[in-house]
């Protein structure tokens, strides 16, 4: 039996080649070495749009060895806030939820801070818009991720031949497809006449005056291009001044130009109003449209989907932003952060908003002239101006600047609407004023 | 030496008593059915008791949930037009909702009565469908029905150069489309509970009225309703109680409006509670319904009671 003996050199060498094939071999890792991921996503209108969210994230989880599971809960009944509420009350659930507008700022204390992830994010997409930096931030905290999914713009979807005939107005000239506008004509004057003159035609705008959101949207927009407001940024009441008294004389009047049920209106009647024919004009993102090329493709050639009409005070549309936000309890959020940035790359955004029709939004100012916008018809080009590619347009949200947890009350509990369906009915200026301000004196309460 | 050689005894006796009072315990009846009933007591302290004494707490916190605030929301909501209004809703849609569903239970479970026993089970069953179909599916078709622009009710109304009626766009009109959808769910369930009182009452009692020359509504207000009471009252108060707490009829036909008008306790609290993140406020509107409820229990309980010991 030989023995060999390991001299000081030989040991030193031995130990710094282990080390160097340590090193250098293949990382193996088990299938679900990265641990648990649970993510809530908003289960999206357009039936495939889910599957390109499934598809990035299953990706992300097969490259870093994590087991993923997606609910896709929809908002349909207020599922999804049903859910959030209740996850925030357990303080368990998933790692990551899909937020509406609101609710980042209502959950504010409960969520992981994202500045961190947004901080790469902008300088890869670029700014996101100011709708979303109101709904996502507090306090220079990242409340959220912005999530393209869902997010949307409540702009003008009008009937091409019927505005026309009907207004003489030509909404192709106003918005040319791959041109900036050319609508400095298009303002709230000229759209009151045309309103006027499509009800005299038969074919009345559709604008609801319910309690939804797509009723609030709109008259949010048409205050605040007025500059009119019920809560400053301060959390000043602002309701009794001439900005809220000439936006509620400007809904009047076109109040009684709008069907006479507008006030029973809710989020799926302007879409019904547009896909049957019956009106010139409604506010609501391309699903409108997309429902009308399936159900009436004679209706759908016809839609243009542009920017809304200018006030005294600028020109505003509405802007609804979904979030994904991750709770401070959850338990992967490294997991979580790493997902979210994977969903926020520009290819992914491309792949959501192209399995959505065009109707999913990105905030960032790099990628509001993706491709499928350009190219979605029929016609040709009708969603070309839907995601504000030229910026002609302020994007906000209804009740805005009002700190976001008095905007939320206001918004839910539409204010705005109701005053203006007061007003119409004949209940003086200065009442309706008064009960607005003892409403947002309500919303106050902390 | 003595109390030590006696004292396996007694304790065999102790024991042998605990036994056979444990035995004698799980023979007598109550005990059984306690034992039986035991699983569902702890179902419903686990999925009632516990949410509702939640609730009390949740009422008792500021928006934030950050602090005490005792009866500040309910103070709060005292102060608040739309929760008058929202009572003043909840009124008037539980109490004619139930006095509608009671006088049309009882008039429909009269002529189903009448019915010979072979086509009875026909008309029984299609008439409680109503009943039957989860309120949800059903008014989602009432939704269609009394649709603002696509109303069938005002399309067929139209041939006959009626309307078209505002069926939800109106505060008064969505007041009665809702109560009318509620009658419509709700009257089955008096129909059914009024039909088995009615087959209870003993045919004895009508032929003794009948040789008296009692009319038909000498029987009716002297034979019948007396014999019923018990059961009017306790379906009334059934039915109050669900009326009241009712949520998915106004919400899938109005969602409370037209500005508000429509609201009941439920609907305002999920407007609050979910959908405007304000969760204590919330439990506040929903737990204003216990002492109206409480009230309305009392009362009706206590006349059942009264009449069980004259009996």
């Given amino acids: ?446 | 030496m003595a109390d030590v050689a006696l004292r396996p005894n007694r304790a065999a006796a102790q024991t042998a008593r605990k036994r056979s009072s444990l035995h004698n315990a799980l023979r007598r009846k109550s005990t059984v059915a306690f034992l039986m009933a035991l699983p569902l007591i702890l179902l419903i302290a686990t999925l009632v008791i516990y949410p509702a004494f939640y609730a009390l707490h949740l009422a008792t916190l500021n928006k934030s949930m950050s602090r005490f605030v005792g009866l500040g929301n309910f103070e709060f909501l005292f102060k608040r037009e739309t929760f008058w209004l929202v009572v003043q809703q909840s009124c008037i849609f539980a109490i004619t909702a139930v006095i509608f569903k009671a006088v049309l239970g009882f008039i429909i479970a009269h002529f189903v009565h009448n019915i010979p026993a072979k086509g009875q089970r026909k008309w029984r069953g299609m008439l409680l469908v109503p009943w039957v179909i989860p309120p949800a599916m059903s008014t989602l078709a009432w939704l269609w029905l009394f649709d603002p622009s696509y109303s069938a009710f005002n399309y067929t109304l139209s041939f006959f150069g009626i309307g078209p009626i505002p069926w939800t766009g109106d505060a008064y009109w969505a007041r009665f489309s809702v109560i009318l959808v509620n009658i419509w769910v709700g009257a089955p369930f008096f129909m059914i509970m009024y039909l088995a009182a009615l087959k209870s009452v003993p045919e004895q009692l009508y032929e003794a009225a009948a040789i008296d020359g009692a009319n038909w509504w000498q029987r009716i207000w002297y034979v019948t309703l007396p014999m019923m009471r018990n059961i009017i009252a306790i379906t009334t108060l059934f039915s109050l109680i669900v009326t009241f707490a009712n949520f998915d009829i106004v919400r899938i036909l109005t969602a409370g409006g037209p500005l508000d008008h429509t609201h009941i306790f439920a609907t305002w609290a999920f407007r609050i509670g979910i959908e405007g993140s304000d969760i204590p406020l919330g439990a506040s509107v929903s737990l204003f319904m216990v002492p109206i409820l409480a009230v309305a229990a009392i009362f009706i309980l206590r006349d059942i009671s009264k009449r069980g010991n004259e009996a």
Avoid at chain 1, 104 to 133: F, R, S, W, Y
Avoid at chain 1, 354 to 370: F, I, M, N, Q, W
């Fill in chain 1, 1 to 446: 039996m030989s023995r060999r003996k390991l001299s000081r050199r030989q040991f030193v060498a031995a130990t710094a080649l282990s080390s160097a094939a340590l090193i250098t071999a293949p990382y193996v890792r088990g299938a679900h070495a990265a641990g648990k991921l649970s993510i809530g996503f908003w289960d999206h209108w357009v039936p495939g749009a889910n599957k390109a969210s499934t598809d990035i994230v299953n990706a992300w989880a097969e490259k870093e060895k994590v087991e993923v599971q997606i609910d896709y809960i929809p908002s349909q009944g207020n599922k999804n806030l049903l859910t959030i509420a209740a996850e925030a009350q357990a303080k368990s659930g998933h790692d990551i939820l899909a937020m509406p507008t609101w609710w980042p700022h209502a959950q504010a204390e409960l969520l992981e801070p994202m500045n961190d992830v947004m901080e790469g994010l902008i300088k890869q997409n670029g700014e996101p818009n100011g709708t979303v930096k109101y709904l996502g931030q507090s306090k220079g905290k990242w409340l959220a991720v912005p999530a393209s999914v869902g997010s949307q713009i409540k702009g003008p979807c009008s009937r091409i031949d019927l505005m026309k005939q009907h207004a003489g107005i030509d909404v192709k000239a106003l918005y040319p497809a791959g041109a900036p506008p050319k609508a400095d004509s298009w303002t709230l004057e000229t759209f009151l006449k045309a309103a006027e003159a499509c009800q005299k035609g038969g074919v009345p705008f559709g604008i609801g005056l319910g309690e939804t959101s797509d009723n609030v949207d709109t008259a949010g927009a048409i205050f605040q291009s007025f500059g009119a407001a019920l809560v400053d940024e301060k959390g000043n009441l602002t309701v009794k001044t001439d900005a809220v008294r000439q936006a509620l004389e400007f809904y009047k009047k076109l109040i009684s130009f709008l069907p006479p049920d507008a006030g029973a209106w809710d989020d799926s009647s302007n879409n019904k109003w547009l896909v049957s024919g019956r009106g010139a004009l409604i506010m609501n993102p391309p699903s409108a449209w997309a429902v009308a090329k399936r159900d009436a493709p004679q209706v759908a050639e016809q839609c243009w989907t542009h920017g809304f009409p200018a006030g005294p005070k600028g020109r505003y549309a509405p802007y609804l932003s979904y979030f994904w936000g991750t709770w401070s309890f959850s338990k992967n959020k490294e997991a979580a952060k790493s997902v979210l940035r994977a969903l926020s790359q520009a290819d992914a955004i491309e792949k959501m908003c192209v399995a959505s029709g065009g109707y999913d939004l990105p905030c960032y100012e790099k990628l509001t002239t993706l491709k499928v916008w350009q190219e979605e018809g029929p016609p040709k080009g009708t969603l070309y101006h839907y995601p504000n590619p030229h910026n002609h347009q302020t994007l906000s949200i209804a009740a805005a600047p009002a700190p976001p947890k008095i905007a939320q009350q206001i918004y839910t509990q539409a204010t705005l609407t109701k005053m203006c369906l007061r007003y119409s009915k004949g209940e003086a200026m200065e009442k309706v004023l008064a009960w607005a301000e003892g409403e947002c004196e309500g919303f106050m309460r902390s």
